[in-house]
């Protein structure tokens, strides 16, 4: 049978009219004989479970799209909702309400039936109606016994249900500890899930147990399996003479490794050279990785299923054995290796006129590191220079190369999103011990230049080919968030030029380049990344718009990319062997269009728990600082309250409610908070010293307070929380009795407040991790009812699922979201199971502006009380947020009230 899925999809897109039978569908793809007709009703039912196709009631086959139905993936929301992110690239998000989800869970790839907003708007929303596909069948949380059941709650919480856990299945785990389980009974419209604990993690506060959390949460596979071990150990460590054939032997050139100080995976060598007509020789070799990793080889299967190594702050999950990475296919100097080379000329205006790939084997010169090309080109080292002697000259004509690069592509209008990494440094158990800033040096973009180019070329050369290969692409932004993106600027009096059908990426390097060194740089930066599209792997070559390139793919890191790895086997395949037979071609199609979905979907795994164990080591980092003071900006102005960016990178929330001196008007054009009375003003950028009132690591956030009237308070932890209890104008005596109080109102079961931060994704695919912290401020956000409600199980709308004493599953009506555990909910200021109590731990110090009072009046929100823990401000995203607390934000009210400073 010829009929390919390629084949069906482009019929029912063009050809058919209505959604057909099978029988009918065989008539027109002329299938004839049994065994051809079982392969066809086989190829459709894989499309259906793909998603591909739909089958409707009357067996009949079509195009979901035709049909008012997408396929995506759902992303729920810590209160109960969530967005399905549609596969087809360009499409916007579909909302599903929390009643809608038909038992799907975060993670899963579903179908969705759209429907228009029942307001009139322009979001789409919809109702799943089958899941396809589970995102995940484990879930990281923690255990909590309950009479003769237990539930885990969800470290995740895109989760907003708890886990039932039968007496059976908790491998005697503890109250509190961090578990892992396994999900037994899927949850559906009416019943929640359930699952088994599978494995015990330990204590929360243990030494490595949070990171372990986030290994096992996104189920990042620590340990290479044994038949994956044993075929790195065959790999022979020397060359032999059957490895050589058909490559070029450069090991007389000049070639040298420019990397870190710790690496020691070094896939990537370089050369330049002067050519007697003025132009430079560029040379990029790169460790031919894919000729160890044999395709379908129980090497290449467990790396295509990690997709990418992974970058924690205390290790390296590497997407191959040490073996591989750190031996053979590392570029060691004095050393014989095997390379994929790029080698290009390249005018002093930046053009590549001619290029060369090919199969090679290369001995480097050198194992430079950036600190000492640093030096050589920039501090000009009289030691450093001295011992590199010889090679002094080819650093200088790299350094020229690569500002002629760099200028080339700024010209035609690349991208350059500039933001600065951090670096959290830890001890032995893994405590955070500083932050620091990790500065680009002039050897690091030296190299990225180089990467760059060689990455376009390798692209555009097997393009023109015209043979299945994997591209990196970055698709133009989405019109409607370009849109909503000016006019926030307009505010700032800027403005993107010839913005209409089509936005070129240099009208956005011009707002950049004018928004350089002034005070809304920083949030102007981050909201034009975050309205770019996610750069991604496809089989498709249709440009990187951040990098104004027409061609491009990912060649230079085949160690930890499997794209990069996979693509050196076609191209050397193609090179090697010249043109394709049709069944090899249709076999590597279909290879491309799977690896790059993976990839995609594995790079994206990798980034986000990366930032949610960068996040989780800062606000770890500032728990130790409670009370402290710090330099910082405004880079963020809410209604709710001030972003502050530290000078060591951490962000967190001056919440309104600590602006105690006066009513505070957010003023959005000029995106700033103005107090009503004092007119004091706080602007985007302004220079703020602050001290850290709270912190919480559960939550991902940090709050601040402006160092201001300062107050006597004490320091309290409570839950896992660490906050600031104020006491103005009491005896010791009588501010020990009401610490004492408080403590122990706090200890009841309150409802759980939630975390959300806005997830900048990194658009400039430009070789380095930067940008991981765009967008992602962190807020803290209160229960709409202290008291949590009873059955609340943290779902929109109050309404929560819980089990009876039988076992069955029963439902609560509760105000607030709440997780439910038959019937209690817990929040801030639980107190851990076994009667243990909050650690009073710090004695009366002197604090910055604070609320007046450790309640704030009742306000009207939605019908219920506007309260919030005592130790934590609340924060809400959205109109009327902070209306009847402390020091709220009036907007369009004339009525006056009496501030309480």
């Known amino acids: 049978m010829n009929v390919r899925r390629e084949d069906l999809i482009t019929f029912m897109e063009h050809e058919a009219y209505r959604p057909m039978k099978v029988d009918e569908l065989v008539e027109e793809f002329n299938i004839e004989g049994a065994d051809d007709f079982k392969e066809f009703v086989r190829l459709l039912n894989d499309m259906e479970d793909r998603g591909d196709v739909v089958r409707t009631r009357t067996n009949r086959y079509g195009l979901p799209e035709r049909m008012n139905l997408v396929v995506g993936t759902l992303q729920m929301k810590a209160r109960g909702f969530g967005f399905v992110i549609p596969e087809a690239a360009g499409e916007p998000d579909v909302y599903v309400a929390s009643g809608d989800m038909n038992g799907a869970m975060s993670g899963d790839k579903v179908m969705v039936r759209v429907e228009r907003s029942a307001s009139g708007g322009n979001r789409r929303e919809g109702k799943i109606i089958r899941v396809l596909e589970r995102g995940t069948n484990r879930v990281v949380g923690k255990f909590t016994h309950y009479k003769d059941h237990a539930f885990v709650t969800p470290l995740d919480k895109r989760f907003p249900q708890d886990i039932y856990i039968s007496a059976e299945e908790t491998m005697d785990a503890h109250d509190g500890y961090v578990v892992v389980v396994e999900i037994t009974s899927f949850p559906t419209a009416t019943r929640g899930p359930e699952g088994k604990v599978v494995e015990v993690l330990g204590h929360p506060d ?391 979905l993976q990839a995609s979907i594995r790079e994206r795994i990798a980034q986000d728990a990366e930032r949610e164990v960068d996040q989780m080591k800062m606000v770890e980092y500032m728990l130790d600082h409670v009370g402290e003071e710090f330099h910082g900006i405004i880079s963020g102005v809410t209604q709710f309250g001030l972003f502050i960016q530290l000078d060591n990178g951490v962000e967190g929330l001056i919440h309104i409610s600590y602006l105690t001196d006066d009513y505070y008007v957010l003023n959005e054009k000029q995106m700033a908070l103005v107090g009503e009375r004092t007119r004091r003003v706080f602007r985007l950028g302004d220079p703020v010293t602050v001290e850290v009132a709270g912190a919480n690591k559960e939550e991902l956030t940090v709050d601040f307070q402006l160092v201001a009237h300062r107050r006597e308070g004490t320091m309290v932890r409570l839950g896992g929380v660490e906050s600031v209890v104020y006491d103005e104008d009491l005896s010791p005596k009588a501010r020990r009795r009401q610490i004492a109080d408080r403590l122990e109102r706090a200890s009841e079961p309150r409802g759980r407040g939630q975390s959300f931060r806005s997830s900048g994704e990194l658009s400039d695919d430009q070789g380095r991790r930067t940008g991981r912290y765009s967008g992602g401020r962190s807020s803290q956000r209160r229960s709409d009812d202290d008291k949590g409600g009873h059955g609340g199980n943290r779902s929109h709308g109050g309404q929560g699922q819980r089990r009876t004493r039988n076992g069955d599953s029963s439902h609560s009506a509760g105000r607030g979201p709440g997780r439910s555990r038959g019937g209690s909910s817990h929040g801030f200021g639980e107190v851990p199971q076994g009667g243990a109590t909050p650690e009073l731990w710090r004695g009366s110090e002197e604090f910055t502006d604070g609320p007046a009072e450790l309640s704030v009046r009742p306000g009207r929100r939605s019908g219920s009380k506007a309260t919030r823990h005592p130790s934590t401000p609340s924060t809400r995203t959205g109109s009327g947020y902070g209306e009847g607390l402390t020091g709220g934000v009036r907007k369009g009210s004339k009525r006056r009230r009496r501030p309480n400073s």
């Not at 409607?480 to 936005?503: A, C, T």
């Open 206 to 596: 243990a030494p490595g147990i949070d990171i372990l959390a986030v290994v096992r949460k996104y189920q990042l596979p620590e340990e290479f399996p044994e038949d994956v071990l044993k075929a790195a150990e065959e790999i022979s460590l020397d060359l032999s003479e059957e490895d050589l054939k058909g490559r070029r032997d450069l090991r007389h050139q000049t070639i040298v490794t420019i990397d870190g100080e710790d690496a020691k995976d070094l896939d990537d060598a370089v050369h330049v050279k002067a050519l007697p007509n003025g132009n430079y020789e560029l040379g990029v070799h790169i460790a031919d990785v894919g000729y160890y990793v044999k395709e379908g080889s129980p090497l290449d299967k467990e790396a295509f299923e990690r997709g990418t190594s992974v970058y924690l702050v205390d290790r390296v999950i590497p997407m191959l054995p040490q073996r591989l990475s750190n031996n053979i296919c590392s570029l060691n100097p004095h050393v014989d290796r095997i390379t994929m080379s790029c080698v290009m000329e390249i005018t002093p205006h930046g053009e590549v006129v001619s290029h060369e790939i090919f199969p090679s084997l290369i001995k480097t010169t050198e194992r430079m590191t950036y600190t000492n090309v640093n030096k050589i080109l920039v501090d000009k080292d009289e030691e450093v220079r001295g011992r590199y002697q010889e090679l002094i000259s080819d650093f200088e004509r790299m350094g020229e190369l690569a500002e002629i690069l760099r200028n080339r592509r700024m010209v035609r209008g690349a991208i350059d999103f500039d933001f600065e990494e951090l670096k959290v440094l830890v001890d032995d158990l893994g405590h955070p011990t500083d932050i620091v800033p990790r500065h680009r040096s002039i050897a690091e973009k030296l190299i990225e230049e180089f990467m760059l180019v060689a990455n376009e070329t390798v692209a555009e050369h097997f393009y023109w080919m015209g043979v299945p290969f994997i591209y990196r692409i970055h698709e133009e932004p989405d019109l409607s968030k370009m849109m909503d993106f000016n006019e926030f600027i307009h505010n700032f009096g800027y403005h993107v030029k010839g913005l209409g059908n089509k936005i070129h990426p240099r009208a956005l390097q011009d707002i950049l380049q004018r928004i350089d060194g002034t005070r809304e740089e920083t949030v102007i930066s981050r909201l034009m990344l975050r309205s770019m599209r996610q750069a991604k792997y496809s089989p498709d070559c249709v440009g990187h718009f951040g990098l104004a390139a027409e061609y491009y793919t990912h060649f230079t890191s085949p160690i930890r990319r499997y794209p990069d790895l996979s693509i050196h086997r076609i191209m050397r395949e193609v090179l090697m062997k010249g043109e394709l037979s049709p069944e090899r071609e249709e076999a590597l199609s279909d290879f491309v269009y799977d690896s790059s």
